[in-house]
Nanobody, 126 residues
């Protein structure tokens, strides 16, 4: 079993930056891919971006391309989400997730992931 612990959320002004971290523990030796999702109040959970085990493949939602960057450090079992040029519409609870690629669902879909973090609040003020 894999446990995911997120950190780095908080309040930031529009145009500012924030970095989220997600540390994994447990069965971390598996070649899992990791992604970030977000959910605003009253809204459905949406895909943000994802990264493969090797880091060679990344996937971005159109709304965050050019502003958000995903990276991972397998030695530390940690994935990062660097958020720049933040907008008020980025306000949401952000969740990290890990999957093993055997679900048959695309990486941009929540069904592809087997483990989820507790979520961390990101609030962008105008």
């Amino acid at each position: 079993q894999v446990q995911l612990v997120e950190s780095g959320g908080g309040l930031v002004q529009a145009g500012g930056s924030l970095r989220l971290s997600c540390a994994a523990s447990g069965r971390t030796s598996s070649r899992y891919f990791m992604g970030w999702f977000r959910q605003a109040p009253g809204k459905e959970r949406e895909f943000v971006l994802a990264i493969s085990w090797s880091g060679s493949s990344t996937y971005y939602a159109n709304s965050v391309k050019g502003r958000f960057t995903i990276s991972r450090d397998n030695a530390k079992n940690t994935v990062y989400l660097q958020m720049n040029s933040l907008k008020p519409e980025d306000t949401a609870v952000y969740y990290c997730a890990a999957g093993y690629g055997n679900s048959g669902y695309p990486t941009t879909t929540g069904y592809a992931y087997d483990y989820w973090g507790q979520g961390t609040q990101v609030t962008v003020s105008s």
